[in-house]
Every structure is written in C-alpha cells, then in structure tokens.
C-alpha cells in the first residue's frame, strides 16, 4: 500500500472524480469528500482499496476537519488536499442577481476553500500539498461575473498561502482552468476541456520533484 494520500473536496463528479481516478493511477490513496454519498460510495466500488468515502459539507469546517481525522486514521496520514469544491450562479450581475445565491456560492467557494486550507494545515508539518481549483475567470474581468470573482479570491488567496506555507515545508498550486466540459454548465461542451485535462494538471503539480513549487498551472482549451 502507499504512503501518500489525497484528500479531494467535490469528488463526486467532474474534476475531484477524474483527479481521483488519476492519483489512484499514479498510486496515490484519496479520500473522496462531497455530499453525494450515493456517488461517492460507486466511486469507491469503481476504485477499490486506494479509495475511501467521506460525505460531508464542504462548507462546514467541522464536516472537513473530521473527514481529513478519518482519512489520516485510515491510511496513515494526509499528504495532500485538493480543494475543488465549487459552484456558479443561475443568474448573472449584480443589479438582477438573486442575494440568496450569492451567500450559497460565496460559502463554498470562499469559505470552503479556506475551511480545506484550515483543515489541511494541521496534517502537513514538515511537508504537505494543498491545491486549488481556480479559474481564467479569475484571471480576467468578466462583466457581471460574481463567480469570476469568487476565483479571484481563491488565486489570491492561493499566492498568500503559499507564502505561509512553504514556512512549515509545505507547497500550494493554483490550477486554473478555462472552460471545462462538466455538469457546471447546461449544455455540454464537448470542444473545450475536457476533466481529465485538468487531472493530469492536478498531478503534475503533486509529482514536481520536492524541490519544485509550482503554484500556478493555467490551463485553457486550444480551440
């Protein structure tokens, strides 16, 4: 059995799914984290072993901080965490936007990156790898996109800690993508990325030689 082991938010679907079918791949244990208990569990069935199920609300520290003790109870420790939980708005704009929303959207993908972040923080002395799942919308002003501006805080928010965290030995990447054909979106888009794409960007970043901090990986469709 391996020693490393990855904690993903939002892994029942899209991105969190396909980066676990991929560290899985490169011999890396996860832990799967969502609220879809039903999805998780035909993930771990699909994976086997190297996968354990941990449903929970990403938006409550408390549910992350006792997932991440059971992960590391389980095997051995938590080496990683990828906080990819995320969500967009129904509609649009400041002026015509629903307020309800926002608070719904700004809990998961502010404060649920934060709560990751916190919760990871106590399993990475001496070493540790926290990403995060950012945008181009985050990179680039979008009228009336409170979303893109939800990820503007995540790419902050991930330079700050990685200035933080490389204190105590540990690394933190940014993956930002463009548009990703996943259950985001109404309607499929099946010429941009595709999830995987973004999982193998996912590792690429967690298999750097020690000695490698990256912390930005941008990636966008080539058409």
């Known amino acids: 059995m391996t020693d490393k082991t990855l904690f993903i938010t939002g892994a029942s679907s899209g991105i969190g799914a396909e980066t676990a079918r991929a560290a899985v791949a490169q011999g890396w244990n996860v832990g799967l984290f969502a609220r879809s208990a039903d999805k998780l569990a035909a993930l771990v069935e699909e994976l086997g072993d190297m996968a354990l199920a941990l449903p929970g609300d990403a938006t409550l520290l408390d549910d992350q901080q006792g997932a991440m003790k059971k992960l590391a109870a389980h095997f051995g420790g938590v080496d990683a965490a990828f906080a ?74 991930g330079g700050n800690l990685a200035e933080e965290f490389r204190e105590f030995g540990a690394r933190v990447t940014v993956v930002a993508p463009g548009m990703v054909d996943t259950a985001f979106f109404d309607e499929p888009k099946p010429d941009k990325l595709q999830p995987e794409d973004i999982a193998r960007a996912v590792l690429f970043a967690l298999e750097a030689d020690p000695r490698a901090s990256v912390q930005e990986v941008f990636v966008m469709p080539t058409g």
């Open 84 to 157: 990819n939980a995320g969500m967009g708005l129904d509609t649009p704009g400041t002026r015509d936007g629903d307020p309800e929303e926002w608070e719904a959207m700004i809990r998961l993908n502010i404060l649920g990156v934060m709560w990751t972040a916190k919760a990871a923080s106590a399993h990475f002395d001496g070493g540790g790898h926290l990403l995060l799942t950012g945008s181009a919308a985050g990179r680039r002003h979008i009228k009336g996109s409170l979303y893109g501006a939800t990820k503007w805080f995540v790419h902050g928010y």
